[in-house]
């Protein structure tokens, strides 16, 4: 066997590239790395990783397997402690934005008169837009109704910045009681100075999940009555199928 190719060698050269890669890396990329003629099976790099991932399990370093493909990173619980490496103080998001992130992303796809409709408050431009622009979110397609709106879902960019591998990673609805978990959950402090006042001005935040939850459990068992399964719109097509590609 080439050399490159044995077991520990092969794990050893997968470690030293993501270690030096600035983006994930896929199985097919990982591939590329070798010499035509001495490429690796996926199964054997499928193998190498899943060793690398033991490896570094219970450390400060973990490896992730993510929307697109695989990279080193810190383990979330030591976030406090890694915070104080940077003089930018942590971003806060406020109730309102984290509410219309969370109902995207477990209703998706949605319109913003759906969230409105959830929310019991109109759903300010602002939101939207600084959704867009974090590129957690993108427009998907269009509702076939009068007015044609536009329908709302989260990006492989919100799966990576969250640390999720798919959506199916997301915390379970049946677990999240008020936003306050939510931002737990996805490691993000709430704008305190706000929350309370949006609270008031929005409703009970609690309720507002639970009819979340509601409609999201009616629409998986209607999913499962008919056989079909719900869409999947973490990304574009073509980054869809790349993420599938690699598992």
């Known amino acids: ?13 997968l470690e030293a590239a993501l270690l030096v890669s600035d983006k994930p890396l896929t199985i097919d990329r990982f591939i590329s790395l070798f010499p035509e003629d001495a490429h690796p099976h996926r199964n054997e790099v ?26 080193f990173q810190s383990e979330a619980k030591y976030s406090t402690w890694l915070q104080k490496l940077w003089e930018e103080r942590p ?24 969230i409105e409709e959830i929310r019991g408050v109109a759903v300010s431009s602002e939101i939207v837009k600084t959704l867009l622009n974090r590129e957690w979110v993108k427009i998907v397609g269009h509702r076939d109704v009068p007015g044609k709106p536009a329908l ?12 999720l591998g798919n959506l199916n990673e997301l915390p379970p609805l049946s677990e999240i009681r008020d936003v306050e978990t939510i931002a737990m959950e996805l490691n993000y402090t709430l704008d305190e100075e706000n929350t309370h006042e ?8 609690e309720k507002r999940l639970e009819i979340v939850t509601e409609k999201t459990q009616e629409q998986q068992a209607s999913s499962q009555e008919s056989g079909t399964p719900q869409d999947d719109i973490s990304g574009s097509s073509g980054e869809s199928e790349a993420a599938g590609n690699e598992g």
């Open 198 to 205: 949006q609270a008031k001005q929005s409703g009970d935040g």
């Open 46 to 71: 499928k193998k190498a990783l899943e060793e690398l991932q033991n490896d570094y399990a219970g450390r400060g370093i973990v490896l992730r397997k993510i929307s697109r493909g695989y990279r």
């Open 152 to 163: 709302l879902g989260t990006t492989n960019g919100f799966l990576e910045h969250f640390n």
């Open 91 to 114: 971003r806060k998001y406020s109730r309102a934005l984290l509410e219309t992130l969370a109902i995207i992303a477990y209703r998706q796809p949605v319109t913003r008169a759906d």
């Open 1 to 13: 066997m080439n050399e490159q190719k044995q077991p520990e060698a092969l794990k050893n050269i």
